[in-house]
């Protein structure tokens, strides 16, 4: 079946360090996405790729770097700029007309 | 920009009792609506979309939405509720003028039905 699959699904980090999450889709979708949830404050995108080499910044792109290699793949880094990374991180592909499908998240937690 | 407002962040309910999650954006332009639904801990998953045609529309589970273009609205409805529909519910616009290539989210509907 196609799907996106997103690990690990809990991530701890220590200050000062970087971390990469991993992003893979088997759906042959061209354009993927990567989302910050919080509590109460609904989807914030931080980074989105149309096509392969090629990506742009969401409204939160502060303290993440992405690459877009594969068509597969779209792996997010957290890097230490980033002040306060515990969040939920979902990534995304998009289908036709807009609709977005969803991997089942990670959780990074900063210790 | 387009902007999603979700205008209530809880909403309590009991069991068989119908529910209504009200979602409203900011343009008029040409627009797709999606919602979707997340359990805990989950990613996203879709439950119904208005691409064009009727505005009454259908999804899984028994929830349906009405898109009404002059009210810019595209409530989220379902007649008679069970416990395992509690979960959070987003509203999402996609601007077709902008080739569709961003969706914007409401910051989501908490839903909690009690027995």
């Known amino acids: 079946d196609g799907g996106i699959t997103q690990s690990p699904k809990y991530l701890f980090r220590k200050e000062g360090q970087n971390v990469t999450l991993s992003c893979e889709q088997n759906?042959?979708?061209?354009?993927m996405y990567w989302y910050r949830q919080d509590p109460g404050q609904g989807l914030r995108l931080i980074y989105y790729?149309?096509?392969?080499?090629?990506?742009q910044k969401g409204d939160i792109a502060e303290g993440y770097s992405v690459s877009r290699e594969k068509k597969e793949s779209f792996p997010l880094t957290v890097t230490s700029a980033q002040k306060n990374p515990t969040a939920f991180y979902l990534c995304?592909?998009?289908?036709?007309?807009?609709?977005?499908?969803f991997g089942p998240g990670t959780r990074l937690t900063v210790l | 920009a387009q902007s999603v407002t979700q205008l209530d962040s809880q909403v309590p309910v009991f069991e068989e009792a119908p529910v209504e999650l009200r979602c409203n954006y900011s343009?008029?332009?040409?627009?797709?609506l999606f919602w979707y639904v997340q359990y805990p801990n989950q990613g996203l998953q879709l439950l119904l979309k208005?691409?064009?045609?009727?505005?009454l529309v259908k999804g899984i589970n028994g929830f349906e939405a009405e898109f009404n273009k002059s009210q810019t609205s595209f409530h989220l409805r379902k007649p008679s509720v069970h416990i395992s529909d509690t979960a959070e519910y987003f509203c999402?616009?996609?601007?077709?003028?902008?080739?569709?290539?961003?969706?914007?989210f409401g910051k989501g509907t908490k839903l909690t039905v009690n027995p």
């Open positions: 790729s149309q096509i392969v080499n090629d990506f």
């Open positions: 995304a592909s998009r289908r036709a007309w807009g609709e977005q499908f």
């Open positions: 999402a616009v996609s601007d077709t003028q902008g080739g569709s290539e961003k969706l914007v």
């Open positions: 759906l042959n979708h061209d354009a």
């Open positions: 208005y691409l064009s045609g009727s505005t």
């Open positions: 343009s008029s332009v040409s627009v797709y």
